[in-house]
């Protein structure tokens, strides 16, 4: 029971504290209700809510009969004021509308006088913030107008006039934010404007070299011609004309550094100076002049060919370096002494390379010559301006050569076109006119009779002063090189003398040579040709006269011309004249040997020599007479072939694989016309020849003759390998072919064999032909 009664005092104490949850909050109860509903005592607590509800119903109505009166006696009142406050509002809005009606006026020039104020106050402070930013806006029209007036030095100084000086009193402004902004932007713009122009200032130097470089070199011509003292001095500037004189001179009298506008690369390094970007301007100059330096120092492809391309590479090459050292000189530092050197010295090789090439083309000594003046001009305005030039003197020397061999071979078509029209016979003169027109064109080192009968000859022919006179045109072009070149007269004198020498025993020597194996050139031409070489030779003093009169130095040699130590200037062609000799005698000889008509099986001689061997003897006879007027070796040599070609061709004749019988008749005949050549070797044909030089080159044939027809077998076998052997020269191989055809020539006659006498001789010549087999297995020396 007690149980039952503290539950219910426990579930009736919980449910008060419920209603004072929904008593004490007014918008939220659901925590409540549902922990009502959670307990399931909704039902319970709903009877509980009731009985409140029942409860505050009666303390209310016990309230409002309490206040009731009051209540009533608060409405009264109320309606008695609001009739007061009707008549206190209309009193009022009367009131209101007569101070409007009052002070509309008034509140009108009130507002006029505030406004005016306002605005008072707004000029002044706008004049004061004006007063701040219009030296910002006025610095920043200045520096827009030196932009784009291109003055980018003074741009750069207005710019930090504006940066450092006016913007910081405008800071609080949006456009002072930008500008401040824009200004590395402005910096850029500068840089890349003046970089702009700067590329475009070496792109036009660059097209505008060769007008300075011509200018340059015209002006050290001028100067040359007026004062050759002045070559190698630096040039002295132009002093600055007064102010108000203008320009009195044209263009061609400005110097050549003062005809180009340097200004861009002054304010570009200016520019860069400020802008602490100086060393990388200095980089970036040297590099784009170096790529430039390396385009100007490419010739063009075909400059050999005119003179014209020529002035061009040189005038580009001259006015660029002339601009480098006017940049040097006054652009404060933009380039060193070291670098131009450096430069200088990479383009000078690449010059002398260029010239040394493109000259080695050039085959006309004309233009050789201008090249060589231009050269010679070039250096002098190099080193007006402080370059060293001497490799470019060495190109000058090599060039000298290379002009000699360029007229060497101009005077070999010369000497050529001489030769190819020549008819080499003696000049012959009908009268006295055409005498002395010869001996004025050519120096006869000889003594002439005192009466000339006409029409007389001389002893060369139109070539010889043909050449002379051509030799001495030689020496006046070669002079021609050397004007100008400030060379001793001993240099000149040896270069001439060394052109000369050159031209004779090389050029005009290999026109001879030429001409001696021309098919065309008969055997008398050639020994006339050899006889004017003579005269030619005997010439070469007079030449050297001539050397020296032009030149001024002493005459060097007055015995062998200008080849001093050779005592014949023509020794190879003279030697190749002989090899021709000999070979045109060969030939002729040939001719007479294909007239032979030996009979092998000859019985017995014709008692006299052969016909053929007459007829070339008498032609050997008729030919060396008219060997008179040649020198005693070259007669010599070639007589000495003839007899040796002779010897060689009878034993030739005679050994013979298409010969296969010979009979002693035959070897007798043989032997008469050996006597016959003997007999013309002995008559000493030549002057000059040892005695039995020429029956030397006969010797073997006389031997093998002589053992045959003598049958001296047992002395040539006795005697066999001894120098005082009478027959040394019968070699056993040889002996062993005659034989041999002998034995086939005796196989013809049939009745021989009945014969004692031959039937002996058979057996001996088989026992001789048995023992020679056996000598001829023997190696020379070991019998």
Known sequence: MDRGDNLHQVTNTQHDLYLQEIEGIDDYWGPTFRAIYDNGEHSEFQEKLEQRIRHHDKDIERLCNVYYQGFIDSIRELLEVRSQAKKLNTEVGTLDNQLQSSAENILKSGAELVQARKVQNNIAVVIAQLNLCLPVLTTYSKLKKQIAEKRYYPALKTLEELEHLHLPHVANYRFSLQLRESIPKIRESIEKASMSDLKDFLENIRRFSPKIGEVAMRHSNEQLASDPTLVGRKKKRVAPQPPGTGNQFPEDELSAQEMIDFSPIYRCLHISTVLGSRATFETYYRAERTKQARLVLQPPTNMHESLESYRSYIHAVLGFFILEDRVLNTASGLITRAFLDEM??????????????????????????????????????????????????????????????????????????????????????????????????????????????????????????????????????????????????????????????????????????????????????????????????????????????????????????????????????????????????????????????????????????????????????????????????????????????????????????????????????????????EQFAASEPVTGLQEDVLLAYFTKLREILDLFTSWDWPTYFHDYGQETSKYKQVNPDIAIIILEKLREADKKTMFTVLKKSERDKKKLLETVLKQLKQLSQIPPGKN
């Open 344 to 677: 200088w010295t990479m383009a000078l090789s690449k010059i002398v390379t260029a010239l040394q090439t493109h000259s080695a083309y050039c085959t006309d000594a004309t233009l050789i010559l201008r090249i060589k003046d231009l050269i010679m001009l070039f250096c002098t305005t190099l080193r007006n301006y402080g370059y060293s030039v001497k490799p470019l003197w060495e190109l000058v020397r090599e060039l000298r050569d290379h002009y000699t061999e360029v007229l060497m071979q101009r005077w070999v078509q010369v000497f050529r076109e001489i030769l190819s029209k020549e008819d080499f016979q003696p000049i012959k003169v009908e009268d006295q006119e055409e005498y002395d027109l010869v001996m004025s064109s050519f120096p006869l080192d000889a003594d002439m009779p005192d009466d000339i009968t006409f029409p007389y000859s001389f002893p060369f022919s139109g070539m010889v002063p043909k050449i002379y006179q051509q030799v001495k045109e030689f020496i006046y072009a070669c002079l021609k090189f050397s004007e100008d070149l400030n060379l001793s007269q001993v240099e000149v004198d040896e270069m001439i003398r060394k052109s000369m020498n050159l031209l004779l025993t090389r050029s005009f020597s290999g026109c001879l040579s030429s001409t001696f194996r021309s098919p065309h050139v008969n055997l008398q031409e050639i020994i006339q040709i050899i006889v004017d070489t003579g005269y030619l030779e005997e010439a070469t003093v007079y030449l050297d006269q001539f050397v020296s009169n032009i030149t001024g130095e002493e005459t060097h040699s007055v015995t062998t011309g200008v080849v001093q130590g050779q005592p014949a200037m023509f020794r190879v062609a003279r030697e190749d004249a002989v090899r021709q000799i000999c070979e045109k005698l060969r030939q002729k000889l040939n001719e007479f040997l294909e007239l032979e008509s030996y009979d092998w099986l000859l019985v017995e001689p014709q008692g006299h020599a052969s016909s053929f061997v007459t007829d070339l003897i008498a032609f050997l006879q008729i030919t060396f007479q008219s060997f008179t007027n040649l020198p005693p070796e070259v007669a010599q040599v070639a007589c000495k072939s003839a007899c040796e070609y002779i010897g060689n061709s009878m034993l030739e004749l005679l050994l013979n694989e298409d010969v296969k019988q010979v009979s002693m008749g035959a070897l007798n005949q043989i032997n008469l016309d050996l006597l016959q050549c």
